[in-house]
């Protein structure tokens, strides 16, 4: 492995610009809270960004997950670790998590929970201070087997937390780091605004059924395979949802031309991409999604809900509904990700973070 990664852990920029969409920014998808994500997450995020990533502790590669560890041979795959923080942002997300056991503490999270209620977070996997922090508060107790017992509620908060620092670190330039996750108490954190930075008010927008992603019978190699051959049409969709970002907020706003070419362009996109899982006989489901938008409403339009009924053909009508989200700071399009909530596969209880 020691071939594809740099020091702190990130991929080696040489190989991966040659799997980046030419032409575009590149997107990165941080899976948490778990460190193994769902298959089904990893295939349909493959398929439409440039790499994805776990959030893992610093002795994992010792012993990885068979799957992860060959994605992170063809440079697709990148390990985070949060002691890769930069100092400041290290402080930032120590306070926060004192913040958060502070009020764990008056709820009487304490370990051991009941069963149903337990996680194990790996030795490791969290500074040392904050592992001292939980220990300290009776939030954490070891196991003897190289992982902390904690309450899932503080452990999905927490971690949340630390997917928030690592895409905001790791963004920058035409370098974007969106945060995927399957668990909204997890998600709240993640989203929450920055120390020091406000929230905004956002369009949210649900594409319903509308994207296509692999299903479970396909594998790895195809999706690959299948990116290279068909970089055209997956940049032009991705090109056509950047677009859609940008207007669907101006239809709303009592300007409803301002999104027509923009939607039949976004249409032809759609149909070229479902033409081309046909061709190479890949096996897909339609899914919805969710996305940002790349327009921070503010005041203008305090208290939105919308239904915009576009007539998609071949897709029907009312596929795409708007409404408000709260994210931190202020958006541009690029930074937020529109499989935000692709789809729901909630992991099981008592597992190993």
Not at 168 to 182: E, M
Not at 258 to 279: C, T, Y
């Amino acid at each position: 492995m020691s071939q594809l990664f740099i020091p702190d852990g990130r991929i080696d920029s040489e190989r991966h610009d040659s799997l980046t969409m030419e032409g575009t920014s590149m997107r990165a998808a941080i899976y948490y809270p778990q460190m193994t994500p769902p298959l089904s997450w990893l295939k349909q995020s493959l398929l439409f960004w440039d790499h994805v990533c776990a959030i893992e502790h610093a002795d994992y590669w010792e012993s990885p997950d068979p799957t992860l560890q060959w994605l992170g041979e063809q440079g697709v795959f990148e390990p985070l670790v949060i002691d890769s923080l930069e100092r400041e942002a290290q402080d930032r997300f120590q306070a926060e998590v004192e913040s958060v056991a502070e009020l764990a503490s008056r709820q009487r999270l304490y370990v051991p929970p009941a069963e149903i209620e337990q996680d194990f977070i790996y030795l490791g996997k969290l500074p040392l201070e904050i592992e001292e922090t939980l220990r300290s508060r009776s939030l954490a107790q070891e196991t003897g087997k190289g992982e902390l017992l904690t309450h899932r509620d503080l452990t999905l908060c927490i971690l949340g937390l630390a997917a928030k620092h690592l895409s905001n670190q790791f963004t920058f330039g035409d370098r974007h780091y969106s945060t995927h996750t399957n668990s909204s108490l997890s998600a709240d954190f993640a989203f929450s605004p920055l120390p020091d930075m406000n929230s905004e008010t956002v369009l949210q927008i649900v594409l319903r059924d509308l994207l296509p992603v692999p299903n479970d019978q396909v594998s790895f190699q195809d999706i690959l395979e299948f990116k290279a051959s068909h970089a055209r049409e997956l940049l032009a969709f991705r090109r056509a949802l950047d677009g859609l970002q940008v207007a669907l907020p101006q239809e709303l706003l009592q300007n409803p031309g301002a999104a027509a070419g923009v939607r039949d362009e976004f249409e032809l996109a759609l149909h070229d991409l479902h033409a081309a899982f046909r061709r190479r006989r890949i096996a897909f489901l339609t899914v919805g999604v969710s996305i940002f938008a790349g327009w921070a409403l503010g005041q203008m339009a305090p208290d939105l809900t919308a239904t915009v009924a576009w007539e998609l053909s071949g897709f029907g009508t009312g596929n795409i509904i708007a409404g408000l989200a709260q994210v931190r700071d202020t958006p541009r399009v690029r930074d937020f990700s529109y499989l935000y909530k692709a789809r729901q596969d909630f992991p099981g209880r008592g597992e190993r973070y």
